[in-house]
């Protein structure tokens, strides 16, 4: 099982708009609406961002959402601030033979 | 407020077995939840390793299954992660994490540990 395509970096202005991608396949991201995000500051543990594609755990800015268009997933996060720079990983179910996949990473530079 | 930490050597020896336990606070493991392992190699991605539910049920990498084992330990509070026949490949920061796989992720996850595979 690969994992999942991502860009290898994304950036833009405070308070512009940015979307990340997470492409898969029909085995993993087309086939279960199970697609989390996850953002990792530099020596610190992934924080859940997303899950179910477009859902926001408590205390996660609104600032951040995430969809779904057949195989491919994205992330977006609006009014990008300082403090969204950080590498970012989508994660898909896979299935009860792999069961996960993560993606392989998205650095967020804000300019 | 559950909260995870790892622990283990942080240096093993090429063709060793590899021992971490995440201890869980916060939470009963017997309670129920899946409880799993992720990790990540210096400067590269994540990579899902395994998990297992309170009961002892396990769920594994089919690219690790091989040469993993993870256990709960209910009494301590715990559950652990054995890799054998380690190898330089297998240096990365070791995370645990709790799993929630009807909704498909993981939260919260420990601090994570280095461990380094070398002679």
């Known amino acids: 099982q690969s994992a999942l395509t991502q860009p290898a970096s994304v950036s833009g202005s405070p308070g512009q708009s940015i979307t990340i991608s997470c492409t898969g396949t029909?085995?993993?991201?087309?086939?279960?609406?199970?697609v989390s995000w996850y953002q990792q500051h530099p020596g610190k543990a992934p924080k859940l961002m997303i899950y179910e594609v477009s859902k926001r755990p408590s205390g996660v800015s609104n600032r951040f959402s995430g969809s779904k268009s057949g195989n491919t997933a994205s992330l977006t996060i609006s009014g990008l601030q300082a403090e969204d720079e950080a590498d970012y990983y989508c994660c898909s179910y896979a299935g009860s033979s792999t069961y996960y996949v993560f993606g392989t990473g998205t650095k967020v530079t804000v300019l | 407020q559950v909260q995870l930490q790892e622990s283990g050597p942080g240096l093993v020896k090429p063709s060793e077995t590899l021992s971490l336990t995440c201890a869980v606070s916060g939470y009963s493991i017997s309670s129920g939840y899946y409880w799993g392992w992720i990790r990540q190699p210096p400067g590269k991605g994540l990579e899902w390793i395994g998990s297992?539910?309170?009961?002892?049920?396990?769920y594994y990498n089919p690219s690790l299954k091989s040469r993993v084992t993870i256990s709960v330990d209910t009494s301590k509070n715990q559950f652990s992660l054995k890799l054998s026949s380690v190898t330089a490949a297998d240096t990365a920061v070791y995370y645990c994490?709790?799993?929630?796989?009807?909704?498909?992720?993981?939260?919260?996850w420990g601090q994570g540990t280095l461990v380094t595979v070398s002679s």
């Open positions: 297992i539910y309170h009961s002892g049920s396990t």
């Open positions: 029909s085995s993993d991201v087309g086939s279960y609406n199970l």
């Open positions: 994490a709790r799993l929630f796989p009807a909704n498909g992720f993981q939260d919260p």
